[in-house]
């Protein structure tokens, strides 16, 4: 024998037996007093009982017969709870039951309003009085237990009935599913087959839709065969849920099929296909399945007209949406949420917010995915303020609050727009609400921290994170890779294979930009390796992701070998991969070559970001003619309109200098955006116009951003426009922009060339989290003004801090040493350049070694310096040694100098002038006539140089 529950009341006691195994787990329940006041009569009930789980929830779907009298308050009699299946009275709607009307209708309340306290009631008077030997009142209690989301208490319930018929057997059937507990729904239909009670359709129905949600399409067509068998397919509500069940797993032929079978198709039925099409990907299909129900006038309702308006929104056709939407408000279901919320989204996806805004404010209830669907309206349309001002508003709604969709389109939206403060005050609410532990939640933030730059804050997370998926590893890993830490991302994927043993394709792709120099091509391979064995060799993301890797290891050849290997199915983004890559990594001629061989192929044609990439090449090479040969091939081919094209072609055309042309590309350009701006700012100030470019800001018709300041600083940079980068710096402050590594630096560069030496130093100091950029400015800054060593001591104390020296980092510091006269010192740094600190040596080095050595009057030091040069040097090199002869005087080996760079650059006009004023100053006035002779014929040209001063305060 179990334990009892004990009811007393006024002296008397009433005892019943529970068994307290149930599915042979012992369950340990509450105790609980209830006091129920009933008119004058109060009563008290002591409940106790030892069961595994509160047992005071139960779920059916509104099984009642006819009410009678249940309770009587004259009539206070007090009964065992069960008796015996013997003496259990079977469902008799005829039967009269004069004293049970009370809990009848406490329970049909507790069923229509689903509330735990509700049916707890109700079960202690059913308790009290007898009630649940009455089968129907037990089922409605199951049914309001499972309402009510206390599945536990339901399973109980059912348990305790040995007789049990075939509506009870529906209804903890129809509980589990509506809990979400499709399988233990599928062992009690087991259950119910084997002890032999039989069932109908409705049974049928139930499970084939535990079936549907757990995507079972083998166990669903046995159903459909046994469905034929018995005969039952007569009920039009199991073809449907047969017809539902075949297309959410996606066997649309299956689905076609029962729908063509079926003799009597109702709405339900239609709605069933028009769900289904969209469900699977095939939103025309759904339009016309709605089109059709129209043309046979079956009267169409809120799920037809809400499912036609996705449909609708997934082609883009914005006309067919109206049309739904004018069909909708002439059938009188203007006011209905799931319409209104699938409207809110199609204007939404075309960019009318003003529509969506309209339709959401008529809207007479509004529900979570009513705010949701228009806040993310705002946010997929750029507009953040409105997206969080919507935010403030739903949450001083009482009836709708913030849910893990609101979260989630908001830190994406922080994340696209790296908005890290917003994101942060997304983050703590998400704490307060007790919505962190929600995965989605968690990885959201992740993704959002991540392209935040806030690698620190998205490490930290990830590490209090008590449960972590696959996705939070894989976010991980693409977080340290995105932000240019790619041994701690190698490091975390090999932790990840080593402990969890999982992976998939998202993971290789996470860890394969981490692969970002020739020392990764190892570890790069190495994935290869795992991509091949996992089977994902023919997929195109992943063979693209590899074309990427390999190109940014430096090995050109493996790259365009797997490009090779995948003729026959590669398309237009696998070409993009490799000359995307190309140009990212500054191979532009390769770049340019592989452009040439797609246009010979057939079957692939070249798009914007095919143009963009080698328009860019062009520029970066000052290859003006095929630049131009490009934008006309972009004009021909339409690709012209496009904004990115059209940007690009002003950069090309900036870096080839000629700034004419970019400003027709710009003023032709009927969709500027502010990206288009700082191309045309930027073309201005790197052809030394710095006026036409403050000109152009004064008229600029977007707020600038963090490029556009660092274009205009660069002006005030190279005019000494010390006043209006005053200005530029106080816009800075006010626009909370000085954050940004790239900003800060440039204000450094500006404040020191315009003499402020003292003003940069105070920058940098005060600066909380320096980039490599500020300590490459401070160090140039310092060189700048003759302080070689104390850019010598702020370069090991970057070291000391962290950071590794870049390029720019020794260009800066041996420019410092070659100002200040420290050759043994620039010498040594230069030595160690490669060895210590990996950066190969470029022109831009050796120049300054030459110039310094020049500058010393080493001049046979630089002589047999550039010697030693594996490659042929640059012109620069040579014109930095012509230099210094000239400064020196030293004729004879000037001579030697200019005439090598006349092959080399012939038509640069300041080499004849170089060689011919040494010859001025040594007394050679015929060797100089002659070379300025020379310089007539060709019809050489120097650039006229002029001075400029900022007149105004300082």
């Excluded at 914005?318 to 006011?335: C, E, M, N, P, V």
């Excluded at 640069?908 to 060797?927: C, E, F, H, P, T």
């Amino acid at each position: 024998m179990g334990s009892c529950w004990a009811v007393k009341t006024f002296g008397h006691t009433s005892k019943a037996i529970f068994p307290r195994d149930f599915i042979g787990i012992r369950r340990y329940f509450f105790c609980s007093a209830l006091l129920l006041q009933h008119q004058n009569c109060s009563i008290r009930i002591v409940v106790s009982c030892k069961l595994k789980n509160p047992i005071l929830f139960i779920e059916s779907y509104g099984l009642f017969p006819n009410a009678h009298p249940l309770f009587s308050v004259n009539s206070l009699n007090f009964s065992t709870v069960f008796q015996s299946s013997a003496k259990m009275p079977q469902r008799d709607p005829h039967q009269q039951y004069t004293q049970f009307y009370n809990v009848l209708d406490l329970l049909k309340s507790s069923v229509g309003r689903p509330n735990l306290a509700t049916a707890t009631t109700a079960h202690c008077l059913a308790i009290k009085i007898g009630a649940l030997a009455h089968l129907p009142a037990c089922t409605s209690l199951l049914t309001a237990y499972s309402r009510a989301k206390d599945f536990n208490s339901s399973l109980a319930l059912f348990d305790e009935f040995d007789d049990k018929d075939i509506i009870f057997w529906n209804a903890i059937i129809s509980a589990a599913v509506e809990n979400k507990s499709y399988g233990v729904a599928m062992q009690f239909f087991v259950e119910m087959v084997e002890v032999g009670c039989g069932f109908d359709s409705t049974t049928l129905l139930l499970v084939v839709s535990a079936l549907s949600h757990m995507k079972y399409s083998i166990q669903g067509k046995s159903l459909h065969c046994l469905s034929i068998k018995l005969g039952m397919l007569c009920d039009c509500s199991l073809c449907n849920a047969l017809l539902d069940m075949y297309a959410k797993c996606g066997d649309l032929t299956s689905s076609e099929s029962m729908f063509a079978w079926m003799e009597s198709r109702d709405a339900v039925s239609r709605n069933s296909m028009i769900n289904g099409f969209l469900y699977n990907g095939h939103p025309a299909k759904s339009l016309w399945c709605f089109i059709e129900m129209i043309c046979l006038g079956v009267r169409v309702d809120t799920v037809s007209l809400s499912s036609a308006i996705s449909a609708s929104t997934a082609l883009e056709e914005l006309t067919s949406g109206q049309a739904i939407h004018g069909w909708g408000i002439k059938l009188g279901y203007k006011s209905d949420i799931s319409c209104s919320n699938s409207l809110i989204s199609l204007y939404s996806k075309h960019g009318d917010t003003e529509a969506s805004e309209l339709v959401f404010n008529e809207m007479v209830y509004k529900d979570v995915i009513s705010w949701n669907a228009m806040i993310g309206g705002f946010a997929s349309n750029g507009k953040t303020l409105e997206s969080f001002d919507l935010l403030y508003k739903m949450q001083l709604t009482g009836y709708a609050q913030p849910d893990v969709v609101t979260l989630v389109t908001l830190m994406s939206l922080c994340a696209e727009r790296m908005l890290l403060r917003e994101g942060r005050t997304i983050h703590g609410y998400a704490i307060r609400k007790q919505m962190i532990s929600d995965a989605l939640v968690i990885n959201s933030l992740l993704d959002m921290y991540s392209k935040c730059n806030s690698v620190v804050k998205a490490e930290f997370l990830f590490n209090t994170i008590p449960k972590r998926d696959l996705v939070s590893w894989n976010t991980m890993i693409s977080c340290y890779s995105q932000n240019r830490q790619p041994k701690e991302a190698q490091s975390l994927f090999k932790k990840l294979i080593h402990q969890y043993s999982q992976w998939s394709l998202s993971t290789l792709l996470a860890v394969l930009p981490s692969c970002i120099s020739p020392n990764s091509l190892q570890f790069g391979k190495s994935i290869h390796c795992w991509q091949l064995k996992a089977g994902f060799s023919s997929n195109i993301l992943a063979v693209n992701s590899l074309m990427h890797m390999y190109i940014n290891c430096g090995d050109l050849t493996a790259a365009f070998m797997l490009l090779e290997k995948i003729s026959a199915k590669e398309d237009i983004a696998c070409w993009n991969t490799i000359i995307v890559g190309y140009t990212q990594n500054g191979h532009f001629r390769e770049a340019l070559a592989t452009f040439n061989m797609m246009r010979q192929e057939t079957n692939v044609s070249h798009d914007a970001i095919t143009l963009v990439n080698v328009i860019s090449s062009c520029g970066n090479l000052a290859l003006i003619y095929e630049g131009k040969s490009l934008h006309g091939l972009a004009i021909k081919t339409f690709s012209g309109s496009e904004t990115r094209v059209q940007n690009s072609l002003t950069t090309m055309y900036g870096r080839c200098g000629h700034t004419k042309s970019a400003r027709s590309v710009f003023g032709f350009c009927s969709s500027r955006n502010l990206c288009s701006w700082n191309c045309m700012i930027s073309a201005f100030s790197q052809n030394k116009d710095g006026r036409r470019a403050l000109e152009l800001f004064h008229s600029l018709e977007f707020e600038p951003n963090e490029i556009t300041i660092v274009a205009l600083l660069s002006v005030c940079n190279q005019l000494g426009f010390l006043r209006q980068g005053k200005q530029i710096h106080g816009h800075v402050f006010r626009f909370g922009l000085f954050e940004n590594c790239y900003v800060s630096a440039a204000l450094l560069d500006m404040y020191s060339n315009c003499g402020r030496l003292d003003v940069a130093c105070q920058i940098f100091t005060k600066s909380r989290e320096k980039s490599v950029a500020d300590w490459n400015s401070m160090i140039s800054a310092y060189g700048y003004h003759s302080n070689g060593k104390k850019a010598v001591q702020l370069f090991h104390e970057m070291c000391e801090s962290g950071f590794r020296p870049s390029k720019s980092t020794f260009i800066n510091l041996l420019s410092a040493c070659s100002h200040s006269g420290l050759v043994n010192e620039g010498l040594w740094y230069y030595s160690l350049m490669l060895s210590e600190y990996g950066v190969e040596p470029v022109t831009e080095h050796q120049v300054c070694i030459v110039d310094m050595l020049g500058r010393a009057g080493k001049l046979q030091e630089a002589h047999e310096f550039i010697k030693q040069i594996a490659r042929e040097p640059e012109p620069g090199v040579w014109g930095a040694m012509l230099s210094a002869c000239n400064y020196h005087g030293n004729i004879e080996m000037g001579r030697k100098v200019a005439e090598h760079l006349f092959g080399l650059e012939p038509e640069n006009v300041g080499y004849y002038i170089s060689l011919a004023n040494m010859y001025v100053r040594a007394g050679g006035w015929k060797d100089a006539m002659e070379l300025r002779q020379t310089i007539q014929e060709r019809k050489l040209k120097k650039l006229p140089a002029y001075s400029l001063i900022d007149v105004g305060s300082m």
